[in-house]
C-alpha cells in the first residue's frame, strides 16, 4: 500500500484472512460458476486478490486484461461485451472517465459493478444509475483491513450529500473515536477505527509504525485483540452507516484557520457545470500559501471563477473559497487508476487571485484599503476581502473603527465590522451615515451571520463584552439560522457598575423581541454569556414566553473561584486575551512579577506580549482596550452578585473536557439543581477558553448544529 503519503509498505495478509473476506462477498453478492470477472486491477494493489481468487473459488471465470488496460475505458467497455462480464471493480476516478462513453448499451451483461479505493461522489452515483440499469456498491477498506471492512449498496435518487460507505462487513467491527480514543455520539466527527478478524499483521520489517497503527482495542473481551486506526474522518448516521468525510491528512491550517479540503470539494462538486473537483493548499516557491481548485467541467459549461466563488460563498465561509482555480480537460492518474494530486499543475495565472480582486473605485474606498493596510499589514487588498478573513479580530476591529471615524467624521457602531466587513460595504456604511436616519436594530444586537429558514439564535456576550469569540462559531455551523450576538454598547458598559444580572436580562430580553416578537426562542452564551442566557430564559418563562433550546458553553451556575488570587488574575486575564481576538496560548500571562495588582499594568501586559508576538500592531494606544478592560472588571463584579433561580425548562450544557477552574464542579455544573427540565451534558475538547476557538469550535459547532436541528424537528 501506498497509503496518502506516497510511500509503498508491505502489508502482511494471511491467507485466511483472504478467505474470509473471499466467503464474505460470495455470500454477500451472490458469486456463482456462472459469473465472469474482469481481473484488470494491477497485481501490486489489493483489489487484484478477490477480481483473481473469486470466481475461482466458485467455479466461475477469470478475465485477465491487457497490460494497462485499466487505465483505457473504451479497452475496458469493448472487453465487457465481448467476454460478457457479469461483475467488475472501478476506482470512482476511471468510473467517470468509463461513463463518458457512447455505447454503454453494450454493457447488458453486466450485473454489478463495485466501487471503492477513493471517495464516491453522489453526482457519480447518480449518473451511473441514469445511464445504466445496474447495481452499484460503494466498498471501503484500507489494505491494511484486508480489502473491504464496510460495504453499502447505492440507490438511485437517494438524496444524500455523500454516499455512504455503509456498515462493517462479516468478522469486522469499526469504532468512531475522538482524539482520546472515546466513542463519539451519532453525527459527530471522529477518526474510523477498524476491528475484526480481518485485520493484516502488520507493515512487513517495520515494527515501530506497526505499533503506531495497530493499537490494542478495550472494546473487545478477546485477549491480544487490535483495532487499526485508519486516519479517516468519518460519522455515524442514523441508521447506523457511516459517511466519509475524509483523510486527517488533508487537514490544512491557512491563515490560521483549520480547513478539511475534502469538505471544500463536496460543495464545488455539486455545481451543475461540476463534473470532478479536487482542492489543494498549494505552498509554491515564492508565493504565499493559497488554496486552487481543480476542475473537470461538465460538456458544454465553461465556469468562470467568479462565478464559483459566488457559488461557494452560499455555503461556506469566505476563507474556504480558492484563490485560483484550474480546469483541465482530466486529471493526471496513478498507476492504479486513482487522482495523482502530486501532478496537478499550478496555476497559470501567477497573480494567486488577480481574478478575485477589484481595486478600489473610489476615494473613500482608497482611504479605507490604506487604513486596512496598516493595520493588517496586507499590501494587496481587495474591495471585497473580508477583514476576518486577511487576519482582522476584535481589537483591530475598534482600531479600525475608530480610524474611520476620525478619517471620515463619522461615527459608527462596532457591529458595523459584523454586517460590513469588506472595503465596500465599509464605503457603504460610511455614506449611509450622513442620510437621515432610518430604524435599525438596537446597537447592542450584531448579526454575525444571516440566514432564514430556522429561528434565529440569540448568543450572548462574556464578561468582555464584545462577541468577537462567536464568529468561528457561527461560521462553522452552516445552517440557514440567522446567528445573532447580543453585544454591550457603550452606554451599558458605562452604567453596568452596580447593575444586576437580572436587569441586563431584562434589557436584553428587548433587544431579541426587536427582531424576533414572540417565542419560542433560542438562546445561547458562552461563560457569563450563557449566565445571563439563562436569566433571559427564566424571565422569558415567566412572561409565558417559550424557550427552545438553552444552550450553554462552559458556563457555571456558580461563581465560586476556590483558587488563590494570582490563578485567579491569570484566568481574568486569559478572558480579556481571549475576548481581544487573542489564543491565550500565544501569550505569555504567567503572573510572576508582572504587576498584575495594577489594572493599567494588566492591559499593557497583553498589549506587550501580543505585540511581542507579532499579533497587534506596535501603534496600538493601551486606552484602546480600557473599556474592555473595564466592562470585564464590572461584569465579573456583577456576576459575583448573582443568585440564579430556579428554572422549569431543560438546559444543554457545553462542557469543556480540561478543567482550568480551581475547586470541585459538578458534572452539571451546578444547571441541575436549578433546571427542573433536566440537563443534557456534551462535552467539548479543550479548555474554558479553547473550546471556542479553531479547532475545538469545529467539534462544538457540529453537536451544537445537531441540538438545533432536533430542536426544529421537535417544533415541526
Not at 453522489?122 to 464496510?150: M, W
Not at 461584569?635 to 450544557?653: E, F, H
Request: hydrophobic fraction near 40%; glycine fraction near 10%; charge should be negative.
Amino acid at each position: 500500500t501506498s497509503g496518502s503519503t506516497g510511500r509503498p509498505k508491505g502489508v502482511m495478509i494471511s491467507h485466511r484472512e483472504i478467505c474470509s473476506r473471499l466467503h464474505w462477498m460470495q455470500t454477500a453478492y451472490s458469486i456463482t460458476a456462472e459469473d465472469r470477472v474482469l481481473q484488470k486491477t494491477p497485481i501490486g494493489f489489493d483489489v487484484s486478490v478477490w477480481e483473481c481468487f473469486l470466481p475461482l473459488s466458485v467455479g466461475g471465470l477469470v478475465v485477465l486484461a491487457r497490460p494497462d488496460g485499466h487505465l483505457d475505458a473504451a479497452y475496458l467497455l469493448d472487453v465487457i461485451h465481448a467476454q460478457k462480464i457479469t461483475r467488475i471493480h472501478f476506482v470512482p476516478s476511471m468510473l467517470q472517465a468509463f461513463l463518458q462513453q457512447k455505447e454503454l448499451h453494450k454493457c447488458d451483461s453486466l450485473k454489478q459493478v463495485f466501487s471503492g479505493g477513493e471517495e464516491l461522489p453522489v453526482d457519480l452515483q447518480q449518473r451511473f444509475f441514469s445511464l445504466l440499469k445496474k447495481d452499484l456498491h460503494n466498498r471501503y477498506g484500507p489494505t491494511e483491513a484486508c480489502i473491504n471492512a464496510t460495504a453499502w449498496a447505492c440507490h438511485p435518487g437517494a438524496g444524500q450529500h455523500r454516499v455512504p460507505i455503509g456498515k462493517p462487513i462479516l468478522n469486522t467491527s469499526t469504532y468512531v473515536l475522538d482524539e482520546r480514543q472515546q466513542p463519539v455520539p451519532i453525527g459527530v466527527i471522529g477518526e474510523l477505527h477498524i476491528g475484526g478478524d480481518g485485520l493484516a499483521r502488520g507493515y512487513l520489517k517495520s515494527p515501530e509504525l506497526t505499533a503506531e497503527r495497530f493499537i490494542p482495542n478495550p472494546f473487545s473481551s478477546q485477549p491480544g485483540s487490535r483495532m487499526y486506526r485508519t486516519g479517516d474522518l468519518v460519522r455515524y448516521l442514523p441508521e447506523g452507516e457511516i459517511e466519509f468525510l475524509g483523510r486527517m491528512d488533508r487537514q490544512v491550517k491557512l491563515r490560521g484557520y483549520r480547513i478539511e479540503l475534502g469538505e471544500i470539494e463536496a460543495v464545488l462538486s455539486g455545481h451543475d457545470g461540476v463534473r470532478e473537483s479536487i482542492v489543494l493548499l498549494r505552498e509554491d516557491e515564492g508565493r504565499e500559501p493559497r488554496l486552487v481548485g481543480y476542475l473537470v467541467n461538465e460538456p458544454g459549461h465553461d465556469n468562470k471563477p467568479g462565478e464559483l466563488r459566488d457559488y461557494l460563498k452560499a455555503t461556506l465561509p469566505a476563507y474556504m473559497i480558492p484563490s485560483a482555480f484550474v480546469q483541465l480537460a482530466e486529471f493526471p492518474l496513478t498507476p492504479n487508476g486513482k487522482v495523482d494530486r502530486k501532478s496537478l499543475p499550478p496555476p497559470e495565472d501567477e497573480s494567486g487571485g488577480a481574478a478575485a480582486y477589484v481595486a478600489p473605485r473610489s476615494t473613500v474606498e482608497n482611504e479605507i484599503v490604506k487604513i486596512w493596510q496598516t493595520l493588517l499589514k496586507v499590501e494587496r487588498i481587495g474591495i471585497h476581502d473580508n477583514f476576518f478573513d486577511l487576519g482582522g479580530h476584535s481589537l483591530l476591529a475598534m482600531h479600525l473603527i475608530s480610524e474611520i471615524e476620525l478619517a471620515f467624521q463619522v461615527e459608527l457602531p462596532l457591529r458595523t465590522i459584523f454586517e460590513q466587513p469588506t472595503i465596500a460595504g465599509l464605503a457603504e456604511s460610511i455614506a449611509a451615515s450622513h442620510q437621515s436616519e432610518a430604524a435599525s436594530p438596537p446597537e447592542s444586537l450584531v448579526e454575525i451571520r444571516p440566514g432564514q429558514l430556522l429561528r434565529p439564535f440569540f448568543c450572548v456576550h462574556p464578561s468582555g463584552g464584545t462577541v468577537f469569540c462567536y464568529v468561528d462559531l457561527a461560521r462553522r455551523l452552516k445552517l440557514d439560522q440567522a446567528f445573532y450576538g447580543i453585544q454591550m454598547d457603550n452606554r451599558a458598559a458605562e452604567t453596568v457598575n452596580g447593575v444586576r444580572i437580572e436587569a441586563m436580562a431584562a434589557r436584553y430580553i428587548d433587544t431579541i423581541r426587536s427582531v424576533q416578537p414572540h417565542g419560542p426562542y433560542v438562546l445561547g452564551g458562552w461563560s457569563m454569556g450563557g449566565v445571563i442566557a439563562y436569566e433571559m430564559a427564566r424571565q422569558l418563562e415567566q412572561h409565558g414566553d417559550a424557550v427552545a433550546l438553552l444552550a450553554l458553553f462552559d458556563a457555571s451556575a456558580s461563581s465560586e473561584w476556590g483558587g488563590t488570587e494570582e490563578e485567579y488574575m491569570e484566568f481574568f486575564l486569559t478572558g480579556v486575551a481571549t475576548d481581544l481576538g487573542i489564543a491565550p496560548d500565544q501569550l505569555n500571562l504567567n503572573g510572576n512579577g508582572n504587576g498584575f495588582t495594577d489594572p493599567e499594568a494588566q492591559v499593557e501586559h497583553i498589549l506587550r506580549e501580543a505585540q511581542r508576538e507579532n499579533l497587534l500592531p506596535f501603534e496600538v494606544n493601551p486606552s484602546r482596550v480600557n473599556v474592555l478592560f473595564g466592562a470585564y472588571k464590572k461584569n465579573s463584579d456583577a456576576m459575583q452578585a448573582y443568585i440564579p433561580g430556579p428554572y422549569s425548562g431543560r438546559v444543554t450544557l457545553f462542557k469543556a473536557a480540561d478543567r482550568i477552574a480551581k475547586g470541585p464542579q459538578s458534572e452539571d455544573a451546578g444547571w441541575g439543581a436549578l433546571a427542573a427540565g433536566g440537563v443534557d451534558v456534551h462535552e467539548v475538547p479543550g479548555n474554558h477558553f479553547s473550546m471556542i476557538r479553531e479547532p475545538h469550535v469545529q467539534v462544538l459547532a457540529e453537536r451544537l448544529r445537531n441540538c438545533i436541528l432536533v430542536e426544529s424537528a421537535v417544533a415541526k
